[in-house]
Protein backbone atom coordinates (compact mmCIF):
# COMPACT_ATOMS: atom_id res chain seq x y z
CA UNK A 1 0.00 0.00 0.00
CA UNK A 2 1.55 3.19 -0.84
CA UNK A 3 2.24 6.14 1.33
CA UNK A 4 1.20 9.19 -1.24
CA UNK A 5 -1.81 10.83 -0.19
CA UNK A 6 -1.20 10.62 3.38
CA UNK A 7 -0.25 14.08 5.30
CA UNK A 8 1.79 14.46 7.90
CA UNK A 9 2.50 18.59 9.65
CA UNK A 10 5.40 20.03 10.82
CA UNK A 11 5.02 23.37 12.59
CA UNK A 12 7.02 25.76 10.35
CA UNK A 13 10.18 26.74 11.69
CA UNK A 14 11.30 30.23 11.68
CA UNK A 15 15.19 31.04 10.68
CA UNK A 16 15.47 27.52 8.91
CA UNK A 17 18.82 27.69 7.20
CA UNK A 18 20.42 25.30 4.65
CA UNK A 19 17.40 23.93 2.33
CA UNK A 20 16.80 20.78 4.62
CA UNK A 21 14.77 20.50 7.64
CA UNK A 22 16.88 19.25 10.76
CA UNK A 23 16.96 17.23 13.45
CA UNK A 24 17.93 18.86 16.74
CA UNK A 25 21.49 16.96 16.95
CA UNK A 26 22.54 18.16 13.75
CA UNK A 27 21.14 21.56 14.53
CA UNK A 28 23.47 21.31 17.56
CA UNK A 29 26.63 20.70 15.21
CA UNK A 30 25.59 23.33 12.27
CA UNK A 31 23.94 25.36 13.92
CA UNK A 32 24.66 25.97 17.06
CA UNK A 33 22.64 29.28 18.05
CA UNK A 34 19.26 28.18 16.20
CA UNK A 35 20.00 24.80 18.34
CA UNK A 36 19.80 26.39 21.34
CA UNK A 37 16.57 28.53 20.66
CA UNK A 38 14.99 25.33 19.80
CA UNK A 39 16.69 23.22 22.67
CA UNK A 40 14.96 25.89 25.12
CA UNK A 41 11.90 24.27 24.55
CA UNK A 42 12.89 21.50 26.47
CA UNK A 43 14.10 23.72 29.82
CA UNK A 44 12.14 21.62 32.61
CA UNK A 45 12.32 18.45 30.12
CA UNK A 46 15.91 17.90 29.96
CA UNK A 47 15.16 14.17 30.35
CA UNK A 48 12.84 13.90 27.43
CA UNK A 49 15.80 15.12 24.65
CA UNK A 50 18.18 12.05 25.85
CA UNK A 51 15.24 9.46 25.36
CA UNK A 52 15.97 6.44 23.30
CA UNK A 53 13.79 5.52 20.65
CA UNK A 54 13.71 1.43 20.47
CA UNK A 55 12.15 1.15 16.89
CA UNK A 56 15.06 3.87 15.12
CA UNK A 57 17.49 3.19 17.36
CA UNK A 58 18.70 6.73 18.14
CA UNK A 59 17.82 9.28 20.62
CA UNK A 60 14.99 11.85 20.68
CA UNK A 61 17.24 14.70 19.59
CA UNK A 62 18.30 12.66 16.24
CA UNK A 63 14.53 13.03 14.65
CA UNK A 64 12.32 15.21 13.07
CA UNK A 65 8.64 15.01 14.09
CA UNK A 66 5.72 14.89 12.51
CA UNK A 67 1.80 14.52 12.98
CA UNK A 68 -0.28 12.46 11.18
CA UNK A 69 -3.35 14.79 12.71
CA UNK A 70 -4.06 17.86 11.26
CA UNK A 71 -3.55 20.84 13.57
CA UNK A 72 -6.64 22.68 12.79
CA UNK A 73 -9.22 20.51 15.17
CA UNK A 74 -6.33 20.84 18.06
CA UNK A 75 -6.26 24.64 17.56
CA UNK A 76 -9.77 24.89 17.19
CA UNK A 77 -10.38 23.32 20.76
CA UNK A 78 -7.72 25.41 22.12
CA UNK A 79 -9.77 28.69 20.50
CA UNK A 80 -12.87 26.69 21.93
CA UNK A 81 -11.19 27.53 25.78
CA UNK A 82 -11.46 31.42 24.92
CA UNK A 83 -8.02 31.83 23.83
CA UNK A 84 -7.44 34.31 20.69
CA UNK A 85 -4.88 32.41 18.94
CA UNK A 86 -3.72 34.09 15.33
CA UNK A 87 -3.13 31.07 12.01
CA UNK A 88 -0.45 29.41 12.53
CA UNK A 89 2.05 28.00 9.82
CA UNK A 90 2.35 24.69 9.17
CA UNK A 91 4.41 22.36 7.02
CA UNK A 92 2.70 20.01 4.71
CA UNK A 93 4.29 16.78 3.93
CA UNK A 94 3.62 13.95 1.89
CA UNK A 95 4.18 10.73 4.03
CA UNK A 96 5.98 9.18 0.55
CA UNK A 97 8.75 11.72 0.77
CA UNK A 98 9.97 9.59 4.02
CA UNK A 99 11.98 6.52 3.97
CA UNK A 100 9.93 4.05 6.25
CA UNK A 101 12.57 1.90 7.05
CA UNK A 102 13.96 5.42 9.45
CA UNK A 103 10.01 6.20 10.28
CA UNK A 104 7.83 5.11 13.38
CA UNK A 105 4.29 6.66 14.39
CA UNK A 106 4.78 7.02 17.92
CA UNK A 107 1.41 6.60 20.08
CA UNK A 108 0.72 10.03 22.48
CA UNK A 109 -0.52 9.22 26.15
CA UNK A 110 -1.93 11.49 28.57
CA UNK A 111 0.46 12.93 30.80
CA UNK A 112 -1.17 12.66 34.18
CA UNK A 113 -0.93 16.15 36.22
CA UNK A 114 1.42 17.00 33.51
CA UNK A 115 4.47 14.84 33.86
CA UNK A 116 5.28 12.57 30.87
CA UNK A 117 4.43 8.75 31.22
CA UNK A 118 7.73 6.21 30.82
CA UNK A 119 8.23 5.57 27.40
CA UNK A 120 6.94 1.89 26.43
CA UNK A 121 8.02 0.60 23.21
CA UNK A 122 5.05 -0.70 22.45
CA UNK A 123 3.80 2.65 21.46
CA UNK A 124 6.15 2.61 18.75
CA UNK A 125 4.55 1.25 15.65
CA UNK A 126 5.29 1.10 11.69
CA UNK A 127 5.01 3.64 9.84
CA UNK A 128 2.87 2.09 7.22
CA UNK A 129 -0.46 3.33 5.21
CA UNK A 130 -2.77 1.79 7.72
CA UNK A 131 -0.74 2.40 11.21
CA UNK A 132 -1.30 6.27 9.98
CA UNK A 133 -4.46 5.98 8.80
CA UNK A 134 -5.82 4.82 12.10
CA UNK A 135 -3.73 7.49 14.20
CA UNK A 136 -4.99 10.79 11.70
CA UNK A 137 -7.55 11.68 13.63
CA UNK A 138 -7.38 13.92 16.67
CA UNK A 139 -7.95 11.96 20.21
CA UNK A 140 -10.97 12.94 22.00
CA UNK A 141 -9.55 13.13 25.36
CA UNK A 142 -7.19 15.67 23.49
CA UNK A 143 -9.52 17.92 21.80
CA UNK A 144 -11.33 17.39 25.36
CA UNK A 145 -8.04 18.49 27.32
CA UNK A 146 -7.48 21.75 24.77
CA UNK A 147 -11.38 23.05 25.34
CA UNK A 148 -10.82 22.48 28.90
CA UNK A 149 -7.49 24.67 28.94
CA UNK A 150 -7.68 27.11 31.99
CA UNK A 151 -6.38 30.74 30.97
CA UNK A 152 -2.49 30.65 32.02
CA UNK A 153 -1.84 27.31 31.03
CA UNK A 154 0.44 26.63 28.47
CA UNK A 155 -0.72 25.44 25.38
CA UNK A 156 0.79 22.25 24.50
CA UNK A 157 -0.96 21.05 21.47
CA UNK A 158 0.99 17.80 20.91
CA UNK A 159 2.10 16.09 24.13
CA UNK A 160 -0.98 13.29 23.86
CA UNK A 161 -1.21 13.26 19.74
CA UNK A 162 0.43 10.55 17.59
CA UNK A 163 3.68 11.34 15.87
CA UNK A 164 5.65 10.46 12.77
CA UNK A 165 9.35 10.22 14.05
CA UNK A 166 11.66 9.93 11.27
CA UNK A 167 15.18 9.71 11.70
CA UNK A 168 17.26 11.65 9.12
CA UNK A 169 16.69 15.22 7.32
CA UNK A 170 13.55 16.46 4.65
CA UNK A 171 14.67 18.86 2.15
CA UNK A 172 12.61 21.97 2.14
CA UNK A 173 11.23 21.42 -1.05
CA UNK A 174 9.22 18.77 -0.36
CA UNK A 175 7.36 20.74 2.18
CA UNK A 176 3.99 22.34 1.60
CA UNK A 177 2.10 25.09 3.30
CA UNK A 178 -1.05 25.54 5.42
CA UNK A 179 -2.60 27.74 8.10
CA UNK A 180 -5.10 27.06 10.55
Same mark, same amino acid.
Given at each position: ???????????????????????????????????????????????????????????????????????????? =????? /? $??? !???????? *?? #???? +??? =????? /? $??? !???????? *?? #???? +?????????????????????? #?????????????????????????? #???????
Amino acid at each position: MPLTGLTLYHRAVRDVRGDHLLPLSTLRELHPDVYAREAAKYVGREALIRERLGRLDCLWTDVLFFSPVSPGPLLD =AARQS /G $RAI !PPVRFWTL *DA #AHLD +PAR =ACVRL /G $RPW !PGGVKPAP *DP #ADEL +PFTPPTLREHSVAPPATLDRLR #ALPGGAPLILWMDVPHVLYRGEVPLS #ALGEARF
